[in-house]
């Protein structure tokens, strides 16, 4: 393309598009260009002429894919007996996609691999034929009570196995991205060699919908991340009928991904297209036939296909070959193509590149179900579709085998040509895949001085925001773990006090800085390095949130342990991305999850969408999440301690932690003797007053009930003890799950007087241990939508101010005596 080989030629276009810019104006000129740029013509990036040379034993290969396909349907269809369902069509669609990755590309030691979620009954198959799971195991397909496998990928369900979780659609091409920038993250900062590491996403075309699945296109091309691949499986078809009914999904995610800076590869007609394609006008016809008729034809006759696409164009072929080749001569279906187009994109250096490879939904699996709206609502095969289908796949399955009611499993023996392939194959592609290790490697606790700082308290007001950003850069200091911390923000740094941190632990970028920064000159200026350690993302809750997950389970994807803590608006975490933190959980990541500005009354001025109270309510519902709700300093020093020895230490548990911080600056009290128990456990005794009634509180709402507690003890002269309630959620699973006397009630035996709760959040939040309280309890919380003002005219009007906190007491103590 550096050559002009024809500069008349060259010359006759730019004349015509000045022409159009005198004419029209310099933006019709430039939208022409943009269109030209953005689409090219509707056959395959990688012509028949210039494909490599396939290095796998077809014949073998085929017979491969075979297997996989009958015990993949077999399977689901089995389960269906028992009205288990499954998902047929999506693996029959994307079976060869599958394969030629299995057999040459996915590399076991250092790729990674986020499979379509509904096409998980493939990839049991092909490791039923690799001998990793049984018979027994695939009968139990969605029985998991039983020990069975899971329905999708679920790495917390098979721990072993799988590696990523990509069932919730969207997440897994948004994981993809930040999974492949982490790569480059670690390798950057030299914590490991990552260099030889691929990241490969299959998703669907109906997927790319989803807001998330192209969120982070920009970004992969912006980084360069040729160590990333999307395969959008193109068959035109979503849940209920096609993608792009009335248009072509093809040439619009080509415009989309090309747009955004990424290599597009074309892999759509299979061999057969060739000589057709010869034809101008069927090339342009084909692409300007919308989707919805593409699939008619599909499941069309010859002579249907004859008279509504090929009308006018002369054609060497029966009306049997046409309704041959037009339904089902895809390149998606032929190993070669698939070949050529995964080598193409490994070879594309400087960017991310996708392959868009069309195929036909339902493929191999008989008239009844190829190219159906319903095909996904299907989810079993009659004995005769059975017999059918294995006269197809040419596998040697007899009559007699399928006059039963459930179709066989289908093994060649562990010492057939068959299964000796698929074993070498994988052994020099470095083992299994999907697979998951984990070789635990604890960390080494810190140095206690940073915990000390917090436990000494402090007079000067410092909200529990700012305490927490402290003790972190104190412990990324240390010299063990220092560098293993990555401090993840949504573009707020400032927000949270995190600009200290700018000068010294830097912000990554594989670009290094090549800009002077307008605040060079200031102590605390922004700073950007190829080895910088803090992930500032920008404005996006759901790119951190990636990010996150990357770090999080970089202990099992890369043998190497790090310690993310991702700080953001509380209101914009578990409310805007609670999706992807239970993908976290099942993924199985450990870290720290920092609500900042917690609370809905801490934010003054800030109003409805700003105003948290109820996330805490939302982390308790995640059996993985450990949630938190600190009043003080050393609170938060005890907290992160035990997260870091409970995550990184010798149990290495695979949970994580939700700590609310406010900014709301207070004076910190010292820690009291003996109640680090009690705030891992959830509550203590914070402050003893005379014992007539017990407050208890949660995060800031501590402040309110001290103040309370002074004005009954000044006003009325009743006296209340004051607890702090660190975490509501553990203590509700404390007793849920206890044998003896649950940790709640240990703590209040022998407390006199009536219960009254208060928090910064909804009163849903500490009525989670209500049941357990054997007192009369008063629940107050921040019930409703939260509203600007100043913070004092706000917990006014939620009723948890100081003289509300009073008024509830003074009425439980009367109830409670009669009065």
Known sequence: METDWDPQETAEWLESLEAVRREAGPDRAEFLLRRLATSSRYVNTVPTDDEPDYPGDLELEERVAAYDRWNAAAMITRGSKLGLGGHLSTYASAAWLYEVGFNHFFNGEHDQVYFQGHASPGIYARAFLEGRLSEERLDLFRREPDGGLPSYPHPRAMPGFWQFPTVSMGLGPLNAVYQARFNRYLLNRGIKDTSTSHVWAFLGDGEMDEPEATAALTLAAREGLDNLTFVINCNLQRLDGPVRGNTRIVQELEGVFRGAGWNVVKALWGRDWDPLLQNDELVARLSETPDGQFQTFAASSGGYIREKLFHGIEVPHSDEELRRIVGGSRAGHEPRKVYAAYRRALDHQGGPTVILVQTVKGWTLGAGVEA??????????????????????????????????????????????????????????????????????????????????????????????????????????????????????????????MESLFPSAKIYSPLGQRYESVDRDLLLAYTESTEGQILLEGITEAGSMASFTAAASSYATHGEPMIPFYIFYSMFGWQRTGDQMWALADQLGRGFLVGATAGRTTMTGEGLQHADGHSQLIASTNPACLAYDPAFAYEVGVIVRDGLRRMYGEAGEDVFYYLTVYNEPKPQPAMPEGVEEGIVKGMYRFSEGGGQAQLLASGTAIHWALAAQELLREEYGIGVDVWSVTSWSELRRDAMTATGVPYVQEALAGARGPVIAVSDWMRAVPDQIAPWVRQPWTSLGTDGFGLSGTRESVREHFGVDPRSIADAVLKAVQEESGA
Not at 444 to 472: C, E, I
């Open 372 to 497: 159906r709206n319903a095909n996904h609502q299907m989810k079993k095969l009659s004995q005769d579709e059975f017999r059918d289908l294995r006269d197809r796949l040419g596998l040697p399955i007899s009559d007699a085998a399928l006059d039963g009611d459930l179709p066989p499993y289908a093994h060649p023996g562990p010492d057939s040509p068959e299964a000796r392939y698929v074993a070498e194959r994988r052994a020099a592609l470095g083992g299994p895949v999907p697979s998951r290790k984990v070789s635990h490697h604890p960390l080494a606790a810190p140095d206690a001085r940073p915990f000390d700082k917090l436990a000494k308290g402090s007079a000067q007001s410092v909200a529990t925001t700012m305490a927490f950003v402290r003790l972190v850069k104190d412990l990324m200091r240390e010299p063990e773990t220092g560098r293993r911390w990555v401090p993840i923000v949504p573009d707020e740094a400032r927000t949270f006090g």
